[in-house]
């Protein structure tokens, strides 16, 4: 059974910190892994999406890498504001291409940026 | 480009009565899934549809949950009878092979 694991939990930073939120997964056959942003009582949205043959992709103050011979990736957010303060979810694509793919989540990091 | 659209936002009802959900999803979107979130925990597959055809149903409630989607746009989702541990966040989403758009979700509270 795949699984995929978050690393911390939750975090609480200052304003203005540089920050890294951990992704582990079992899947060696990786298809994707996709970062999603989640607000109290809210849906998901997808921040980044990083295919088997990156290593990395980037949106703004986002960046996040992906190391398949390890399985791990991580979600990089520079400059954190306030407004950063959500769950951060990641998600392994699976392993089987076309429209039969279930994504496999971890439970979340927690992150909170104080002013 | 318009999102993926649910209603009700919240429900509050008490055990033993009926829901029903409803999604409409991105246009020309193929496959739909429905999620159930419990809270702290992260989203779990009840059901994907591509087009009106079901793709994966091994982890819904048959003998309570139900789904359908006439026409291959929009989907309902339904619970006869609710049970308190039904309370979660119902999350609807829609995509290609890539990538999943997900709605802003119904937060279902049973009591």
């Known amino acids: 059974k795949q699984e995929v694991t978050q690393i911390p939990a939750a975090l609480s930073v200052p304003e203005g910190e540089n920050l890294v939120l951990n992704c582990s997964f079992t899947d060696s056959a990786i298809y994707n892994l996709q970062w999603f942003r989640q607000d109290p009582g809210k849906g998901l949205t997808s921040l980044l999406l990083?295919?088997?043959s990156q290593r990395e992709q980037t949106s703004g103050r986002l960046n996040a890498s992906l190391d398949k011979s390890s399985g791990r990736s991580t979600l990089y957010i520079a400059a954190s504001q306030p407004g950063d303060s959500a769950t951060y979810l990641c998600a392994d694509g699976g392993n089987n291409a076309g429209n039969n793919r279930k994504l496999i989540w971890g439970l979340g990091t927690s992150l909170a940026v104080n002013p | 480009e318009a999102g993926v659209a649910q209603s009700p936002r919240y429900k509050i009802i008490e055990k033993r009565q009926s829901v029903a959900f409803w999604c409409n999803p991105i246009s020309g979107h193929a496959t739909l899934y429905w999620y159930q979130q419990i809270l702290g925990q992260g989203p779990k597959l009840l059901i994907q549809?591509?087009?009106?055809?079901?793709?994966?149903d091994s982890q819904l409630p048959k003998d309570r949950f139900s789904a359908e989607r006439l026409k291959g746009v929009d989907s309902t989702l339904k619970i006869q009878p609710a049970k308190l541990e039904d309370s979660a966040v119902y999350l609807c989403?829609?995509?290609?092979?890539?990538?999943?758009?997900f709605g802003p979700g119904t937060r279902l509270t049973v009591l």
């Open positions: 989403a829609s995509g290609s092979s890539f990538t999943q758009y």
């Open positions: 549809f591509q087009n009106n055809g079901v793709v994966d």
């Open positions: 990083i295919q088997s």
